[in-house]
């Protein structure tokens, strides 16, 4: 079970075929900026799951939420990690050299952005706004 967090926003990537799990994501709103990060099966990397999830995560944050801007930080040395946030479209920014994983753990660390000038806020549970302005979502 997943615990309770108004704070997070829990995706899950399910293979149809199979009904499992192949990847999650979350997306932190308590952070400013928002932080999007994410998972997927061992088995599965490669395969471009993940790249599908997080642009598809990062539409549903920007169009649905309204979200702006979403960072991401990876572990320098992870060359795969790296690959996967340019092939969702993310670009590098500026951060902090230094990042304390959730176990304590402490990296160094390379950021990355997602922004989106048309961010529009769309969910029921938060406030609307028209939408007829903006351009065709591109994944």
């Given at each position: 079970?997943?615990?309770?967090?108004?704070?997070l926003?829990?995706f899950?990537?399910?293979?149809?075929a199979?009904?499992?799990?192949l990847?999650?994501?979350?997306?932190?709103?308590?952070?400013?900026?928002v932080?999007?990060g994410?998972?997927?099966?061992?088995?599965?990397?490669?395969?471009r799951f993940?790249?599908?999830l997080?642009?598809?995560?990062?539409v549903?944050?920007?169009?649905?939420?309204?979200?702006p801007?979403?960072?991401?930080?990876?572990?320098?040395?992870?060359d795969?990690?790296r690959?996967?946030?340019?092939?969702?479209?993310?670009?590098?920014?500026?951060?902090?050299?230094?990042?304390?994983?959730p176990?304590g753990r402490r990296?160094?660390?390379?950021?990355?952005?997602?922004t989106?000038?048309?961010?529009?806020?769309?969910?029921?549970?938060?406030?609307?706004?028209?939408?007829d302005?903006?351009?065709?979502?591109g994944?």
């Open positions: 079970m997943i615990p309770r967090d108004l704070q926003l829990h899950a990537g399910v293979d149809r199979t009904s499992t799990m990847g999650a994501m979350t997306v932190e709103l308590g952070k400013d900026p932080d999007i994410g998972i997927i099966d061992i088995g599965r990397r490669g395969q993940g790249t599908e997080l642009r598809t995560v990062r549903i944050a920007h169009r649905h939420y309204g979200i801007r979403l960072i991401a930080g990876c572990e320098a040395s992870n795969a990690g690959a996967w946030l340019t092939r969702s479209g993310l670009t590098r920014t500026h951060g902090p050299d230094t990042h304390t994983l176990n990296i160094q660390a390379t950021w990355w952005e997602s989106d000038p048309y961010a529009t806020i769309a969910c029921r549970s938060r406030s609307r706004r028209r939408r302005h903006l351009p065709p979502v994944l």
